[in-house]
């Protein structure tokens, strides 16, 4: 993600550099010094942006009627209850869930950066990111009118089964029976009574049919039924009971089973259960276990287009940036609901423009990037983005080519006097709707097209920032010359968001930049 925009800013504040001493101390580094950054930024999100309005981070998880819309694969049981009771709203309801969700990210960062020439500036910037997740989900049985299939092979009661076989084999000799009176002409002779014969014949396959299809059906089956006394389990225990009265009726009295139905609605161990068995259709896991791993390594080169700012902090500079991000950091993985890996594991091509204009006290950094994001392959459950917790056999291999991004942000500053600065600023930001694809050789998943993986992936969202910096320029003062120092901190908080998910993420960043000759 994800989905996460969250590593990528706590990466990309490492080799920001910030208005200060009455001057912007230059994006890159005179000729032959090296410069060795030292950085962390520490980034926590409780909640996030999602078409434009702000809800807690874990809102995806938290259900008021636990069912079809949150597995999917639940919907044609759905359907199927409604065809079987004749009840319009029939639905399998399995309570409903709570569920909070916060994420803490501490990025420590080394960064190089050297003066091949007076204008080229090479730079490269390791992170090490630690990402710990807090989370929880419970589920309340209150209100709720499902549990178990008892004939599910994993999570049914050992009874069902054997249950369900007696009560379809009872079923088929009654359709049997009626099937051969009819063929035998035994109700020839009552016009009315054979109608009624007819009817029921193709009534009672249909039932019989819809039936297995839910309790019993290879790929069909639900894991989940109607209990016993909920208004769906009665009205198809009634539909059941009504057909064997007018079997009766017609001489076939050979049916009175009924098939097994849960006494008891779905709770929370029931529900934890079902998610988490790696035997069941979820197979996954709530652990969040804490990752320490490498984010993605930066490379990039910037390159002084116009050098007019003074030393008294007057004047121009533009500056034309590179880089390109490795996939080198840890991806979360697609069992683990609450995992969130330490960067987009995916290369990328960024490419901006800086300009700071400076007069005296006052001064500005304009900056605009687009960022080329390139196609990667991965592991993923193939679900809509609101089903957090898809059946594992969704799972598939996909190449998922991101939307590019462009940025656009305005750092106003005043010079509080030698050496520091404070800075204010906004960035506004625009990801592109991502493109999702199978790779090659594999069969489309039914009911799971990767398309599903790309949407609500375009979005945008504001951040504002407040820096406090101190730096020190490089310079000569009676023939002893004095290597440049920078260092400061950053406040930045995503404030809006629109279009798909984003991470109402606050980042607090420190660093300090030395220079040395080399060689």
């Known amino acids: 993600m994800r989905r996460l925009s969250l590593l990528a800013l706590a990466a990309g504040l490492l080799l920001i550099a910030v ?32 078409a434009g309005q702000r809800q ?31 009840l319009p709203g029939a639905r399998l309801h399995l309570g409903s869930t709570t569920a909070r969700h916060q994420v803490t990210v501490g990025t420590g960062g080394i960064g190089l950066a050297y003066g091949l020439t007076s204008r080229i500036t090479l730079t490269g910037l390791i992170p090490i990111t630690r990402v710990v997740v807090r989370s929880s989900i419970a589920q309340s049985a209150e209100g709720a009118r499902a549990g178990f299939n008892p004939a599910d092979p994993v999570f049914g009661d050992g009874f069902g089964v054997s249950t369900d076989a007696l009560f379809f ?18 109700y020839d002779g009552n016009p009315g009574q054979k109608t009624l014969a007819e009817q029921t014949l193709a009534a009672g396959r249909s039932l ?154 006052f001064g500005a950094r304009f900056q605009a990037s687009y960022n080329l994001q390139m196609a990667f392959d991965l592991n993923r459950r193939i679900a809509r983005p609101a089903e957090v917790m898809p059946y594992a056999g969704t799972l598939a291999a996909v190449t998922r080519n991101p939307g590019d991004v462009i940025t656009l942000s305005v750092a106003p500053f005043i010079r509080l006097g030698p050496g520091f600065g404070l800075v204010f600023g906004l960035s506004h930001q ?38 406090l910096s101190v730096a020190s320029p490089l310079k000569t003062v009676n023939g002893v010359t004095k290597l440049p120092l920078d260092g400061g901190v950053a406040v930045r908080r995503v404030v809006n968001g629109s279009g798909g998910r984003t991470l109402a993420e606050t980042a607090v960043q420190t660093w300090i930049r030395l220079y040395f000759r080399f060689p």
Do not use: H
Not at 63 to 72: H, R
Not at 432 to 458: C, F, K, M, R, Y
């Open 56 to 86: 807690p981070l874990a809102q995806d998880f938290v259900q008021d009627s636990l069912g079809s819309a949150f597995w999917s694969a639940l919907q044609p049981v759905d359907d199927l209850l409604r065809q079987i009771t004749g």
């Open 208 to 361: 019989r049919g819809n039936l297995f299809s839910l309790l019993l059906g290879p790929g069909t089956a639900s894991p989940f039924l109607p209990t016993k006394t909920s208004a769906e389990g009665a009205a198809l225990l009634g539909r059941i009971t009504d057909l064997q009265t007018i079997l009766r009726g017609l001489n076939i009295d050979n049916f009175s089973e009924a098939p097994a139905l849960p006494g008891a609605p779905l709770d929370d161990a029931g529900f934890k259960q079902f998610a988490t068995d790696p035997e069941g259709r979820v197979a996954g896991s709530f652990a969040a276990p804490t990752i320490v791993a490498l984010g993605d390594i930066e490379l990039g080169a910037a390159v002084a287009l116009v050098t007019g700012m003074t030393a008294r902090g007057t004047g121009l500079d533009l500056v034309g940036q590179a880089t390109v991000r490795l996939p080198t950091s840890q991806l979360d993985s697609p069992s683990r609901f609450f995992d969130l890996g330490t960067g987009d594991r995916q290369p990328d091509v960024e490419l901006g423009l800086t300009a700071d204009a400076g007069a005296g006290w």
């Open 169 to 186: 084999g009872s079923f088929d000799r009654a359709l049997a029976g009626l099937d051969t009176a009819l063929t035998r002409g035994d």
């Open 430 to 467: 625009r990801k592109g709707e991502d493109a999702v694809t199978l790779l090659a050789g594999q069969e489309e998943i039914p009911g799971a097209p990767p398309g599903l993986l790309a949407e609500e992936s375009a979005r945008y969202w504001t951040t504002a920032m407040a820096m």
């Open 19 to 50: 208005p200060a001493a009455g001057q912007l101390p230059p994006l890159t580094v005179p000729k032959r010094l090296a410069r060795f950054t030292l950085a962390g930024s520490f980034v926590t999100a409780e909640s996030r942006w999602l």
